[in-house]
């Protein structure tokens, strides 16, 4: 199984990337996400959930 990463590779990659300086991290410190997530959820089309399905990703995203 040398294509799918183990159990604990992902938080280890996570903490390499943080070490070596990750810009998302330092965005993340920087950017209030917050302030984004109303006027996104307004903007985007979503389907109706009452028919079922996956839930939307967050607008953020």
Do not use: H, I, T
């Not at 938080?11 to 070490?19: I, P």
């Not at 965005?27 to 028919?51: H, I, M, Q, T």
């Amino acid at each position: 199984m040398r294509g799918q990463a183990g159990f604990w590779d992902v938080d280890e990659r996570y903490a390499l990337l943080s070490e070596a300086g990750n810009p998302l991290v330092k965005l993340n410190e920087v950017v209030p996400w917050d302030v984004f997530r109303k006027p996104l959820a307004k903007a985007l089309k979503r389907s109706d959930g009452a028919k079922g399905g996956r839930p939307p990703f967050d607008p953020v995203m």
